[in-house]
């Protein structure tokens, strides 16, 4: 099964839908392939047009979609338009629906531990309770917080965490690009996992530690600069999307 490809400045993107998206990877998940999920906004696809060997891990990646507006309007003004935005949190959030519904395991990895959060419980251990909540009977088989070494043994106690829960769905929220370059370098060492999900901030708007953008901002295509009034100190990579959207412009020029 395949899904059209559109290329933005080097990476490699599925023209899907939110639901076209979901149904693509649930097909994929029923016959068996494994799947990697990366979520690219502009400041991505910009490390990927500095940064050679990063753009291969991300086109590595079986499905990838736009999670930035920034993304869908290069492919525009590259003349090979995208159907549009999906956000990778509800692509999560659809992932999720699939897992309750049809009993597959889960594992979540990533975000603070339980030192770092004000109620003294991890995100991930959160975001268990918040699903169980929700679903009832989700099977959350495993947590584990973001905030250990993502190399040698302590690397090898999760992956053994991940093999011995049996999750067949493993979210990896520990931001990019940690975790597409974790997915990349641990994947064949998960046989069980099926769907590999990177998701950034995900598991913090999941917990309800994080507000998403009202709406409106979502509506108005400025969830960015809300995340930005929410968190100022993201000033300096978001100083990428200039560089992006100008660069985008240069390169169509330069191609005519
Ligand atoms: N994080 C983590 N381990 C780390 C660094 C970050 O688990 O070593 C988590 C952090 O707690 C946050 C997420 O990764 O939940 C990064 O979120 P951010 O919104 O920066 O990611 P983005 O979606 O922008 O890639």
Redesign the pocket.
Known sequence: MNSERINVRGVSFDNLTLDEAAKYLEERFDSGEKTAVF?P?S??VQLCIEDDTFCRVINSAELIIP?GIGVVKAAKILGTPLKGKVA?IDLGKKTLDMAARKGIPVFL????DET?TESGVS?ADQCKEVFEKEYGDIKIVGTK????K?EGPENEETLAAVNASGAEILFV????P??EKWIYENREKLPNVKIFL???????VYSGN?KRSPKLFIKLNLEWFY?LLC?PK?IG?MMKLPKFYFGTWKYKIKKK
Do not use: H, M, P, V
């Open positions: 979520t906004n400041e991505i999670d990778g990895f990533g975000g603070k770092r995100i917080d973001g905030y250990c993502k929220c520990l931001g990019a940690l975790q990177g998701l950034g901030g995900s598991l913090d994080l995340r968190e993201r990579r």
